[in-house]
T-cell receptor
Framework: AQKITQTQPGMFVQEKEAVTLDCTYDTSDPSYGLFWYKQPSSGEMIFLIY??????QNATEGRYSLNFQKARKSANLVISASQLGDSAMYFCAMREGTKTSYDKVIFGPGTSLSVIP | GAGVSQSPSNKVTEKGKDVELRCDPISGHTALYWYRQSLGQGLEFLIYFQGNSAPDKSGLPSDRFSAERTGGSVSTLTIQRTQQEDSAVYLC??????????????FGSGTRLTVV
């Protein structure tokens, strides 16, 4: 079963506008972490933001914020004031935790974001 | 080194040949991961090493794929009898300690494998 779902294969946003990239996940583990990564056309994977399942507040990192809705199993990425350099693939990812060990990170299929001047 | 280093950056090989891909993680990072990314696709987990524990090989697609990590540092991913469907970018990542959900990975630049 798909653990991470990103329903938007491609998105467009006007420069300086905000954009939300959707991510839903599936886990029965009460302890988990959610990540967003950016992959520009150069191919490098860039870590953007992290949200823990027990974190009380939504994570923020500069222009990135994570809209975490635990009951809905949703972890949408919000990019404020989009810039041309934000054009890239964006991957939502999850790591599940158990009592004694932590597992690999599973990635979603990605959303391609294009910022229009 | 300062980052995760992968070599070669590009590899073209003939179908049926064996290839070895190398990953040198960030010094001190105990966890090391291999992923595969086919053209326009997401990341597919292959294998995960954590310290001296037995690796998690659950993502290896066939017995033609194997990986080892020597001395808890450098890792080599080996693909035997390569097939055209093995063509992809192979990404390596490391993290300081997998015993912590908050640790994001640091990725290498990848090896682009083309099987002709």
């Amino acid at each position: 079963a798909q653990k991470i779902t990103q329903t938007q294969p491609g998105m467009f946003v006007q420069e300086k506008e905000a954009v939300t990239l959707d991510c839903t996940y599936d886990t029965s583990d009460p302890s988990y972490g959610l990540f967003w990564y950016k992959q520009p056309s150069s191919g490098e994977m860039i870590f953007l933001i992290y949200q823990g399942s027990y974190d009380q507040q939504n994570a923020t990192e500069g222009r990135y914020s994570l809209n975490f809705q635990k009951a809905r199993k949703s972890a949408n990425l919000v990019i404020s004031a989009s810039q041309l350099g934000d054009s890239a693939m964006y991957f939502c990812a999850m790591r599940e935790g158990t009592k004694t060990s932590y597992d690999k990170v599973i990635f979603g299929p990605g959303t391609s974001l294009s910022v229009i001047p | 080194g300062a980052g995760v280093s992968q070599s070669p950056s590009n590899k073209v090989t003939e179908k049926g040949k064996d290839v070895e891909l190398r990953c040198d993680p960030i010094s001190g990072h105990t966890a090391l991961y291999w992923y595969r990314q086919s053209l326009g696709q997401g990341l597919e987990f292959l294998i995960y090493f954590q310290g001296n524990s037995a690796p998690d090989k659950s993502g290896l697609p066939s017995d033609r794929f194997s990986a080892e990590r020597t001395g808890g540092s450098v890792s080599t991913l080996t693909i035997q009898r390569t097939q055209q469907e093995d063509s992809a970018v192979y990404l390596c990542a490391s993290s300081p300690n997998s015993e912590g959900l908050g640790y994001g990975y640091t990725f290498g630049s990848g090896t682009r494998l083309t099987v002709v």
